[in-house]
């Protein structure tokens, strides 16, 4: 079965941090753009990060400095490392990438909270 699926969410304090992890299982991440997603309630899903298949990255000017993120060709897996969260962070942050033939893919998401 072709997926991919986030892990790594959960409560964070202002200033700590996470790290969210995109698994890819039924085929090879690593040819691929890969890009994280967050959409809090009542807003529209936004870009946060992607990783371009030639290691190159970008960020959305609100996570620069702070959000990091890498892939892991071995492990078949992209991560976001999220330092100095801040409550404005809070969000449902999805996995994301589009193949040429299948199109888009997305992952089911993973809950961010971030609260002291």
């Known amino acids: 079965q072709v997926q991919l699926v986030e892990s790594g969410g959960g409560l964070a304090q202002p200033g700590g941090s996470l790290r969210l992890s995109c698994s890819a299982s039924?085929?090879?991440?690593?040819?691929?753009?890969v890009s994280w997603y967050c959409q809090a309630p009542g807003t529209e899903r936004d870009l946060v990060a992607i990783?371009?298949?030639?290691?190159?990255?970008n960020y959305a000017d609100s996570v620069k400095g702070r959000f990091t993120i890498s892939r892991d060709n071995a492990k078949n897996t992209v991560y976001l490392q999220m330092n100095s969260l801040k409550p404005e962070d809070t969000a449902v942050y999805y996995c994301?990438?589009?193949?040429?033939?299948?199109?888009?893919?997305w992952g089911q998401g993973t809950q961010v909270t971030v609260s002291a």
């Open positions: 994301y990438l589009r193949r040429p033939i299948e199109g888009p893919t």
């Open positions: 990783i371009f298949s030639d290691g190159s990255t």
């Open positions: 039924g085929f090879t991440l690593n040819t691929y753009d």
